[in-house]
C-alpha cells in the first residue's frame, strides 16, 4: 500500500511538473512572439468581454486599435509613467521600496499603488482578475520575462495599447479617437494627462465625464510630468 502510494504521489508531482513546464513555456512562446508583433487583444479584454456576455449585454464590445509608439504623442507615455509608475525607466520591473510600504501598512488595497507599469502589462496582458498568490506570482514570473525580452520601451508601447480607459475602450488610439474624435498622435499635454488620471479605475472614472476627483488627478499628473522634465524624459531613457 505505501509503495502504491509513494508511487501515485510521484506521478502526480511528474504530471504537475511538465503542466507547470507547459504553461511556462507558453507563456514564454508568446512574449517572444508579441515582443515584435501587434498585440491583437488582451487576457483583461477577453475576460471583460466575456463576463459582458454572460450578463446578457450584446451591445459590449472590447475595441482596440494598435498603434506604435510613433503614432502616439509623446505626452500620454509621459502621463502614464507620471500618473503610475514614476521610477519606470530605472526598475527592474519592480519597485522594491514601494511594495515594502504596503506590506508594512499591511493594506492591501494599497498593492496597486506599488504595482508597476511593467507589473501592469503582464496582468493585463496574460492574467485573469485577482488578487491570489498564484496570481501574483505568474505575474511575476511574466514580469521578469517582459523586462529581460522586450525591454522599457516595447513594455510601455504594448501597456498604452492595451489599457482600459472606459467601458469597451482599450488602448489610446481607441480612448483619443472615442473621447477627443482625432488620434492618438494629437493628443495635447492636457489630455494625455486627463487619460492618465482614469487608469487607476476606468469603470468609475471617465474621462468624457471627469469628476472633481479626476480633474485634481489631471492637475496633479501635469505638476508631475514638469517635474519629470517633460519630453526630455523620454528622450533621456529612450522610451520614444
Given at each position: ?119 501592469q502589462t ?17 505575474e511575476a ?70 469628476s472633481a ?28
Amino acid at each position: 500500500m505505501a509503495k502504491k502510494t509513494n508511487s501515485f504521489w510521484a506521478t502526480l508531482k511528474k504530471r504537475l511538473l511538465i503542466i507547470t513546464g507547459g504553461i511556462v513555456l507558453w507563456f514564454f512562446a508568446l512574449i517572444l512572439l508579441f515582443s515584435l508583433l501587434p498585440v491583437p487583444f488582451s487576457a483583461v479584454m477577453a475576460e471583460r468581454q466575456a463576463s459582458a456576455f454572460f450578463r446578457g449585454d450584446w451591445h459590449y464590445r472590447a475595441h482596440s486599435r494598435w498603434v506604435s509608439m510613433s503614432d502616439i504623442s509623446p505626452w500620454m507615455p509621459l502621463a502614464v509613467m507620471a500618473g503610475e509608475d514614476q521610477k519606470f525607466p530605472q526598475h527592474h520591473g519592480f519597485d522594491i521600496q514601494a511594495i515594502q510600504s504596503v506590506l508594512d501598512s499591511q493594506n492591501a488595497s494599497m498593492m496597486r499603488g506599488a504595482s508597476t507599469l511593467s507589473q501592469q502589462t503582464a496582468k493585463n496582458m496574460f492574467l485573469w482578475d485577482g488578487r491570489s498568490w498564484a496570481r501574483k506570482g505568474l505575474e511575476a514570473v511574466l514580469t521578469v520575462g517582459l523586462e529581460t525580452v522586450w525591454g522599457k520601451k516595447r513594455i510601455l508601447t504594448v501597456y498604452l495599447n492595451i489599457a482600459e480607459f472606459g467601458p469597451g475602450i482599450f488602448g489610446v488610439e481607441t480612448a483619443s479617437q472615442t473621447y477627443f474624435h482625432k488620434p492618438a498622435r494629437q493628443l495635447t499635454r492636457q489630455e494625455a494627462a486627463l487619460l492618465a488620471a482614469v487608469l487607476p479605475n476606468p469603470i468609475i472614472y471617465h474621462a468624457n465625464r471627469p469628476s472633481a476627483y479626476t480633474r485634481e488627478r489631471q492637475q496633479w499628473i501635469l505638476q508631475q510630468m514638469g517635474q519629470l522634465g517633460g519630453t526630455d524624459f523620454l528622450r533621456k531613457y529612450r522610451l520614444y
